[in-house]
């Protein structure tokens, strides 16, 4: 198999999840639809929260079946899934029930099925650079919504909000099918011609390949699932408040704080590739902690800072550190239980972030609405931050092989 061949696989799965990464666009959908159908916002936006929730669920079951199947079965009902869903929205007309059913159930799963794959098949092509492909596959999935946000938009005003889901349906449908097919392992055991791991490489990985079952036993599966979930409920906290919480701090109005959160977004698709790079070479564990510790610092003085320039760039860099836990993952998961089994072991791990999409969130909420600002939620953050570097500091490779 040449080197090439990989890289091609590799482009492929980053514009599969550049399709299936649109889903972060969900906001621009959000006040069109409560106008239209008189729907109110919260409602709107628990399709977004059922479709990523779904996603969290499935992408488990898709792992399991992917080592069944093979990748490329699964990529391709994920992918037919995915489109077929958001092209079913197109019927919702003031039938709430059916946008749950067709973006959010439907298109959860195909997100679910068809998320899980380039990372699986990406750590089993690069052994030698784990982290630096899956940061660029998830990559993808955080850079969608730059792409299709300002597509989206321009066609809601000129065909309409549920005709833009048609439209959109069948895109995502060609998208992903056509780039899933490209999804295929490489034989067992293969290796880049001529690449061996390094002694520092090969002290942080495990001796073996984990089945799930066998992972499961290991107090290392509980303890990435755990930084998987502190890191993305520090991140997830501030991406629900953005907005007033810009307004608030900063003082500046609807529509700048609007210009803020698009900027700072890109942190997050940024944040996957630069941090899961980094870790090739600092370790998972390092990078983890260096993150940790940057987080600690930036949620603590987020607060006190009146310059909306200032706000932006603290936020962005935050927002790195949300979107590197899921670039440095997969790799994480690989390297301590091998890349045989990583689709449904990492998978499995992937319930953190529906877990942390709902704690982090109602944690910063509550906080606000008790305290009247939000600082002493930041603050807390903050403080959990400090403890969760721990976790990165106690972890080791699993010894024991469990098969």
Known sequence: MSSNKRWGIAAAGFLMQMALGAVYAWSVFRVPLAKQFHWSISQVTLTFTISIFVLGVSAFFGGLWLNQSGPRVVA???????????????????????????????GGVGLGFGYIVPVAVLVKWFPDRRGLITGIAVGGFGAGA??????????????????????????????????????????????????????????????????????????????????????????????????????????????????????????NAVGRVFWAWASDSLTRRWTFVVMFLVQVG????????????????????????????FGTMPAFAADYFGSKNVGPIYGLMLTAWGSASAFGPLLIAHMRQSSGSYATGLRVIAGIMAVSILVPIIVRPPKARLL
Do not use: H
């Open 76 to 106: 391709l009902t994920g992918g037919f899934l995915y489109g077929l869903g958001v092209f079913l929205a197109s019927f919702s007309a003031d039938k709430l029930w059916w946008l749950y059913l067709s973006f959010g159930v439907i």
């Open 146 to 267: 730059l792409v299709t946000a300002p597509v989206a938009t321009r066609l809601i005003q000129s065909v309409g909000v549920l005709q833009t889901f048609a439209y959109l349906g069948i895109a995502y449908l060609v998208v992903t099918m056509a780039t899933g097919y490209f999804m295929q392992n490489p034989p067992p055991g293969w290796v880049p011609q001529g690449w061996a791991p390094s002694a520092t490489q090969a002290a942080q990985r495990a001796a073996t390949d984990y089945t799930l079952g066998g992972a499961l036993k290991t107090w290392q599966w509980w303890a990435l699932w755990c930084l998987l979930f502190l890191n993305t409920s520090a991140g997830i906290s501030l991406i629900s408040q953005e907005s007033p919480m810009f307004q608030e701090i900063a003082k500046v109005s609807v529509i700048v704080a609007a210009s803020m959160v698009g900027i700072v977004s890109i942190g």
């Open 298 to 325: 930036l949620f603590y003085v987020l607060p006190n800072l009146t310059s909306a320039t200032v706000l932006t760039i603290v936020s962005f860099v935050i927002l790195m550190c949300y979107g590197g836990g």
